[in-house]
């Protein structure tokens, strides 16, 4: 028996499906308010402008680092999509779209929510 290689699974990458970026390009860097009172924190790409301003809530350390984290969280979720490693679990289930729990569809949904499509 004669073993053949199989042909490369087609990869995303050079489909340029992801290469658009619409937001601030990263990495965003948490900033701590200026004022005596710090009752904020600025999200900010360095050299930039502000991205975002955190409130402070008991969270705001948190939430400031959640949002700093974004470019990078989105980044590493599109790298992973556009090398196919990102798939549903439940493709061979008829499940209404947008439903489907595993984990596959919760990152592309992420990515949807991420970058507004
Ligand atoms: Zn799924």
């Known amino acids: 028996m004669r073993w053949w290689r199989r ?3 087609k ?3 050079n489909q340029n499906t992801h290469m ?7 990495p965003w860097h948490i900033q701590p308010s200026s004022s005596f009172d710090a ?3 600025l999200i900010k790409p360095i050299p930039g402008q502000v991205v975002a301003q955190v ?4 969270e705001m350390d ?3 680092a959640l949002i700093a984290a974004a470019p990078d969280l989105l980044e590493a979720l599109k790298f992973l999509d556009d090398n196919d490693r990102i798939t549903c679990e439940n493709a061979d ?3 209404p779209a947008g439903e489907c729990p595993c984990c596959g569809c919760k990152a592309r949904a992420a990515i949807a929510k991420a970058t507004g499509e």
């Open 20 to 26: 658009k970026t619409s937001h601030t390009p990263g």
């Open 11 to 13: 990869s995303k990458r």
């Open 55 to 58: 409130d402070k809530l008991p």
């Open 7 to 9: 042909a490369p699974a």
């Open 93 to 95: 289930f008829e499940i």
């Open 39 to 41: 009752s904020y924190v």
């Open 62 to 64: 948190a939430n400031a």
